[in-house]
C-alpha cells in the first residue's frame, strides 16, 4: 500500500477513534454523577487533568503564550466552561443517548451564529434544521410525561449545544490569530478555574462536600482520567494533527457519527450502571437528527461537486 494511503487510513482510523472516546465521554460524566459526585467537582477535576496533559505539551514544543493568546483563550474559555457546565447539569436529568444527540445539533447552530457575523445561510442549512426539528420532536418524545417527555436536562443540552456554535465560531475568528494550542491550553485552564471557583462557593451536595464517597470510588477516578487525559488532552492533540490531512467533508462525516457512538455505548451496557432504550420511535429521531448534520455539514460541498458534472451535461 502507498505510504500517502497508509498516511490517510492512519489519519482516518485517529479521527474516527476520537470520536468514540468524545463518545464515551458521555457514559462517564453519566457514572461519575450517578456515583454522587457533583457537576462542580467533576468538571474541576476533568479540566484539571486535561490542562495538566495540554500544559505538558506545550511545554515539551517549547510554545510561547502571547497576552493575545491569553486573552482570547479567556472568552473562550468563559463560554466553554458555561456550556460543559449546562451539559453535565443536564445529564442529571436527561439520558445518555439524549444528550449525545441533542448536543449533535451544534451543526445545526453554528452556520446560524455566524449569520450573526456576516455569513449567510444556505438552502441546506434550512432544511438540515428543519429536519432536526423533527428529529428532536421524536427523540425526546414520552407519550403520557408532562411536556411530551422534554425535562429540564434536554433545555440544558440544546443551550449547550447553541453555546457550542458560539464557542465554534469564536474559535474559527480567533485561531487566526493566535495558536490553536495555547487556545486549547488557556480555556481549558479557565473552565477549570470558573468550577473550582463556583465549586467552593456552592453548598453541600453541591460542591466538593459531598463528593467524598464518589471519589473514593475506583471507577470514579478510571472515569475522570479518561475524560481529562483522553477526551481532553489527547482528543485536541489528534485532532488537530489528523485533521488537516482529510478534506472537511470526509471529517464531517467521521465527526458526526459521535452521537451514534454515544447510543450504542450507552444501550450496551458497557459502562456499569448505564444501560438505556431508545424506542422505534425515539432511534428514528436519532437518525433524524444524523442525517441533519450530515446535510448541513456536507450540502454545500456536495452541491459544488454536482454542478461541473451538471455543467458538463448541458454543454454536451
Not at 115 to 131: E, M, Q
Not at 134 to 149: F, S
Not at 157 to 178: D, E
Amino acid at each position: 500500500m502507498p505510504k500517502s494511503r497508509v498516511s490517510h487510513l492512519f489519519a482516518v482510523l485517529s479521527l474516527a477513534g476520537i470520536a468514540f472516546i468524545w463518545a464515551g465521554g458521555f457514559p462517564a460524566t453519566k457514572y461519575c454523577l450517578q456515583a454522587g459526585l457533583s457537576v462542580g467537582a467533576l468538571l474541576t477535576i476533568r479540566f484539571a487533568i486535561g490542562a495538566a496533559g495540554l500544559g505538558l505539551m506545550l511545554l515539551l514544543l517549547g510554545v510561547r503564550i502571547r497576552r493575545q493568546d491569553a486573552l482570547d483563550g479567556l472568552w473562550l474559555g468563559l463560554v466553554l466552561a458555561t456550556l460543559f457546565w449546562l451539559q453535565t447539569d443536564g445529564l442529571r436529568f436527561t439520558t445518555t443517548s439524549k444528550s449525545g444527540f441533542i448536543t449533535g445539533l451544534y451543526v445545526i447552530f453554528t452556520p446560524m451564529v455566524a449569520l450573526l457575523i456576516g455569513d449567510r445561510l444556505r438552502p441546506s442549512h434550512g432544511l438540515g434544521a428543519l429536519v432536526a426539528l423533527a428529529g428532536l420532536a421524536l427523540l425526546v418524545r414520552e407519550p403520557g410525561m408532562a411536556w411530551g417527555g422534554w425535562n429540564r436536562g434536554d433545555s440544558e443540552t440544546l443551550l449547550a449545544a447553541v453555546l457550542c456554535g458560539f464557542h465554534i465560531v469564536m474559535t474559527s475568528h480567533f485561531s487566526r490569530r493566535s495558536s490553536s494550542w495555547v487556545l486549547a491550553f488557556i480555556q481549558v485552564v479557565v473552565t477549570g478555574a470558573v468550577s473550582l471557583v463556583i465549586t467552593l462557593a456552592l453548598p453541600s451536595p453541591h460542591g466538593f462536600q459531598g463528593s467524598g464517597p464518589a471519589l473514593a470510588k475506583a471507577g470514579t477516578w478510571v472515569s475522570l482520567a479518561f475524560m481529562g487525559i483522553l477526551a481532553t488532552s489527547l482528543a485536541f492533540y489528534v485532532q488537530s494533527t489528523m485533521q488537516s490531512r482529510l478534506g472537511a467533508t470526509e471529517s464531517g462525516i467521521i465527526m458526526s457519527m459521535e452521537p451514534v457512538w454515544t447510543a450504542l455505548i450507552a444501550i450496551s451496557g458497557f459502562v456499569p450502571g448505564i444501560r438505556e432504550h431508545l424506542n422505534p420511535i425515539q432511534f428514528l429521531g436519532g437518525l433524524l437528527i444524523l442525517v441533519a448534520t450530515l446535510v448541513t455539514e456536507l450540502g454545500p460541498r456536495l452541491l459544488r461537486r454536482l454542478a461541473p458534472i451538471e455543467a458538463e451535461e448541458t454543454v454536451g
